[in-house]
């Protein structure tokens, strides 16, 4: 089966719409323009009367003078007791030179707001961060950060009373296992020149010439202690029912995803052809062993989440801008998740007591980009707010999505958020969110699976 690219051509209308004669515009031509127009045009259509929904009470906290964030959708930035939350602050605005800077890392106080700034690191992105989180060994006082040593990428691991270094890893890790046995690390380099916005560029990338590595690709390192070890490479990424498009192409991992008993490792395998078409699959592995299985390569798989030891979520994004969450069982489908669940993509991730599934949109047709909950039970899903991005987050690398993630007893959701003007994490308590929904008495495909 072929994968789907976003840069495949369509056919040529025989009668040109009305977007196709905007777009022959000069000034729309350039797609952070049309963007931006896009922006105003909502805007206008949020300033309606009654079109703008009513959003719950959250809470804000933003450094002052910094762009505020936590990253990714995949980790939580609360500390184990919910006490402290992690942050990155970047002095000034959205722009390129902002990013060009380093990025301060810390812990908020939830109760007073205050910042205390751990440490500064130069390796960093808007989308993930510098894949900041608490260690699952000491989840009130210890975390992992990655960062620069001698010409290369590593983790640190900070004591945020002391602030002082306590232990590094020689790889920059991308997921760790909560069990805190062992981490999974990739090249953020090579990340970062071929998926602008997820790796980093502080560094050179050293394998521009390489297409398919038999030396480089997913590395196991153990926490404890000893050398990273090649579990799956490049090369064996490529050989795993190789396609027609990978002739010549370049090989890269995004979006690890460690299973909660620690036994499989999921991930997106993704690769440039020369003309620059990029492509992609969902494949898993043995976090011991290695070995490859290929889940879903029928559509594009874009985020996903461990929903148990055998179950995998994955949204699969359609050539028509449809997408779904497939439930994957074992590595086979089971369906879809639930037929309450809207056909966009998004960032979904489970909550602590496995009852419900968080996940958010990209702007709707108003701009906002919404919060939402699925109960697994019921099949109720709601919707929590809808938060209109500010007017400078325009481009895919700018951009700031809401990535929403619980707080440890499931009490809380934080997201990062540029509503109010700028970055900004912003905390809401589900007891004081009354959102719209849609009821259903139809359990989900997993609360079936269950039973």
């Known amino acids: 089966m072929t994968p789907y690219t976003r840069f495949d051509d369509s ?88 990013r060009k800077g380093p990025a301060g890392i810390g812990t908020i106080d939830t109760a007073t707001g205050a910042f205390r700034e751990v440490a500064v690191t130069s390796s960093w992105c808007w989308q993930m961060g510098a894949r900041l989180r ?39 890790l991308f997921d760790v296992a909560r069990t805190g046995e062992y981490g999974v690390a990739l090249d953020f380099a090579r990340l970062g020149r071929l998926r602008p916005g997820y790796g980093y560029d502080d560094l050179p990338d050293r394998t521009r010439g390489d ?13 404890a202690g000893g050398e990273p070890r090649l579990l799956v490479s490049f090369a064996d990424m490529a050989a795993l029912a190789p396609e027609a498009s990978m002739a010549g192409a370049q090989h890269y991992a995004n ?32 976090a011991s ?10 559509a594009k798989p874009s985020h996903g989440w461990w929903l148990d030891g055998e179950h995998f979520l994955i949204t699969m994004v359609f050539p028509d801008g449809r997408a779904e969450y497939r439930v994957l069982r074992n590595g086979l489908p089971e369906g879809p998740m ?76 934080h997201f990062d958020s540029t509503h109010g003007g700028s970055r900004a994490i912003y905390a809401l308590a589900l007891d004081k969110a009354r959102g719209a929904g849609r009821e259903s008495r139809r359990p989900t495909v997993l609360a079936r699976a269950r039973r």
């Open 11 to 98: 056919p040529t209308p025989m009668a040109a719409s009305p977007k196709d004669l905007l777009l022959r515009l000069p000034l729309l031509r350039d797609r952070t323009t049309r963007q931006r127009v896009k922006w105003h045009v909502k805007a206008l259509l949020r300033a309606l009367p009654g079109a703008a929904p009513q959003n719950p009470p959250v809470v804000r906290y933003q450094v002052p003078g910094c762009e505020t964030f936590f990253g990714y959708y995949d980790m939580g930035p609360l500390s184990a007791d919910q006490t402290r939350l992690l942050a990155h602050a970047v002095p000034g605005g959205p722009g390129p030179a902002a």
């Open 134 to 172: 608490w260690h699952p060994a000491q989840p009130d006082r210890h975390i992992l950060c990655n960062g620069e040593a001698k010409g290369r990428h590593v983790t640190r691991v900070y004591d945020v009373e002391t602030g002082k270094e306590v232990d590094r890893y020689p790889m920059a």
């Open 211 to 223: 297409t398919a590595s038999g030396k480089d690709g997913l590395w196991r390192v153990d926490l």
């Open 255 to 286: 979006l690890v995803m460690i299973a909660p008993d620690g036994a499989r490792i999921a991930f997106l395998h993704l690769w440039v052809t020369p003309d620059g078409r990029s492509h992609v699959r969902l494949l898993d592995t043995d």
């Open 289 to 298: 062993i290695g070995g490859l299985r290929l889940l879903a390569d029928d």
């Open 338 to 413: 639930h037929p309450s669940m809207p056909a966009r993509d998004g960032h979904p991730s489970l909550s602590p007591d496995g009852r419900r599934l968080l996940t958010d949109s990209y702007p709707d047709r108003l701009g906002a980009q919404n919060l939402e909950v699925l109960d697994l039970d019921t099949g109720s899903f709601t919707r929590l707010g809808a938060f209109p991005p500010g007017r400078r987050y325009v481009g895919d690398e700018l951009r700031c999505d809401l990535h929403p993630r619980w707080s440890p007893r499931g009490d809380l959701i």
